[in-house]
């Protein structure tokens, strides 16, 4: 089986990543893997988020610096 990746940025937007990341979530069936790039945000992931990315097992990985969108697609 296939297993596909789901790449998801974020930058100072972490209402709407909760909500992509728990969409992508519910899914069913498949084979997937979640990866979260946060563009350096200039605010704190909140915990629900932090606690969300825990559970669910998603890869997030944080840039030192704001590199922009597509720098950030493709560090995912």
Request: aromatic share 8%; hydrophobic share 35%.
């Amino acid at each position: 089986m296939t297993k596909i990746t789901i790449a998801i940025t974020t930058y100072n937007r972490w209402n709407m990543c909760l909500k992509a990341l728990q969409s992508v979530c519910r899914q069913e069936g498949g084979s997937f893997e979640v990866i979260l790039v946060d563009d350096c945000s200039t605010y704190p992931m909140p915990q629900e988020v932090a606690d969300f990315v825990e559970t669910k097992k998603i890869r997030y990985i944080r840039h030192e610096h704001n590199k922009g969108l597509a720098s950030a697609r493709n560090t995912a």
